[in-house]
């Protein structure tokens, strides 16, 4: 029986620092499998250089040409952690029958992906890697991902609670993701969207060993715009709900008036007037706002632009 082709997807973005180690620990992890006949011999790694502008590529480039094993695919220009993933999944699929995606700084677990590929040799064409706990996380940045995941679930998006990006995926489940031609990727909201077979892998998640996180507040709040934009229009919604309120309380407001001045008395309040003006401004530009957000992501999505050009493409 033929063995399985696992492909292991890393998108890197500036991750000289610890590339040494990531490729010392996916290459002992690939012989291992290998040696145990859990994948074919022709499994390898892909490394993804997201338009790095430190060494990143030539230290991919080098881990290419001393090992079969190793593959390198760089990226004409940085596109944005979700495409680079993207182009190594629509890469490998080619030639892989399993891909697994896992960031560079291995702060996943490496050593749930045999359980991974054991899953998919049960029939599963989808297994996520899902942690179990977010001790190593910053106090700030555990309470803003945990509101994260129930606000992006209260707004009807279909999401796997601590679940990133480091998943196994069937060639025929990265064959349907390819079928998805949206620019704004937001791949685990995607994913669950495909509706195949699905498990799960549990796992506590590590200390990054070296470099920065490529995920500050600021691009996780762009992250979660993008997701909800993407995947719902609940945001639309509230506009008219909140609308819907304001009318009420000017209704309101004008029996108070009209009444007060058929009593003959006057109408005060200046400063709650002006307060309630500023007020309504205000919820006015957000929803201005948000309204703005999701004519951006029509005026992306019309210009049909591909998600990213592949430089060059070492095997």
């Known amino acids: ?23 010392e620990r996916l290459r002992g992890l690939l012989d291992e ?7 074919g011999e ?22 290419s040409d001393a090992d079969v094993h190793v593959r390198g695919l760089k990226l004409a220009g940085n596109v944005g952690h979700q495409n680079a993933l993207m182009a190594g999944l629509d890469t490998a699929r080619l030639d892989a029958d399993v891909t697994v995606s896992i960031d560079a700084d291995l702060q996943d677990d490496i050593h749930v992906i045999p359980e991974m590929v054991r899953k998919f040799d049960g029939g599963c064409d989808i297994v996520y890697g899902v942690r179990r706990k977010r001790t190593t996380d910053s106090f700030f940045k555990r309470t803003t991902a945990q509101m994260f995941y129930k606000f992006m679930s209260g707004m009807g998006v279909k ?39 699905t498990d799960s892998v549990y796992y506590d998640r590590l200390e990054r060993q070296a470099g920065e996180s490529k995920y500050p507040l ?7 715009v993008d997701g909800i934009t993407s995947f719902s229009v609940k945001p639309l919604r509230l506009i008219f709900y909140l609308g819907s309120a304001f009318l009420l309380i000017s209704l309101g407001i004008l029996i108070y008036v009209i ?16 307060l309630s003006i500023w007020f309504v401004g205000g919820c006015m530009l957000i929803c201005l706002s948000i309204i703005a957000a999701y004519i951006g992501r029509i005026y992306t999505e019309g210009k049909h632009r591909p998600r990213y050009n592949i430089e060059q493409y070492l095997k």
């Not at 349907?176 to 704004?184: F, H, Q, V």
């Open 1 to 23: 029986m033929e063995k399985t082709t696992l492909a292991i997807v890393v998108p890197c973005f500036n991750e000289e620092e610890v590339l040494p180690q990531t490729n």
């Open 33 to 39: 499998m290998m040696r145990q006949h859990l994948v």
């Open 42 to 63: 022709e499994s390898y790694i892909l490394y993804v250089d997201d338009g790095s502008r430190d060494r990143t590529w030539p230290i991919i480039a080098g881990y």
């Open 159 to 197: 999401s796997v609670y601590n679940h990133a990006d480091f998943r196994l995926m069937s060639r025929r489940a990265v064959d349907a993701l390819c079928m998805y031609e949206e620019r704004n990727l937001f791949l685990r909201g995607l994913v669950p969207l495909l509706g195949y077979k």
């Open 218 to 224: 600021s691009k996780m709040l762009s992250f979660a």
């Open 259 to 274: 009444v007060a001045l058929c009593e003959g008395r006057g109408v005060q309040g200046w400063a709650s007037l002006m």
